[in-house]
Structure formats: C-alpha cells, structure tokens
C-alpha cells in the first residue's frame, strides 16, 4: 500500500493516478490530495475535477 511522501497518508489510487498524471508519469513517490493541492496551489475541487476528466479520456491510472 502506497502512502503519500509527506504527510503519510494511504493513498487511494485516484490519487497514485493524478501523482503520476500531474507530477511524473514514472514516479514512485506519491502524494495525497490535500498535499497535491498544496504543491499545485490549487483546491481539490480542481484536482477532482481533473481526475473526472482523464476518466472520461479513459486514462487507465484512474479507477
Ligand atoms: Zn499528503
């Protein structure tokens, strides 16, 4: 089980997904949505709205 690099969190995988989509598609260290959020300087309706949106590209990294 993956938990996110900075606060320790498990991650769900949305959010290993939009790590990979958003940081680096080969990366191994992930981050949860609320640190994502800090990183981006943007707010999680944003990010859950991306992650909508590479579903509906139908992007396998999303479940
Ligand atoms: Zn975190």
Redesign the pocket.
Known sequence: MSA??????TLTPNEIGLTKKLVNRGSTEF??M??LCEIFKCDKELLEKKIEQFKKQGCVLFA
């Open positions: 996110c690099k900075n606060c320790g969190k981050y949860c609320d640190c």
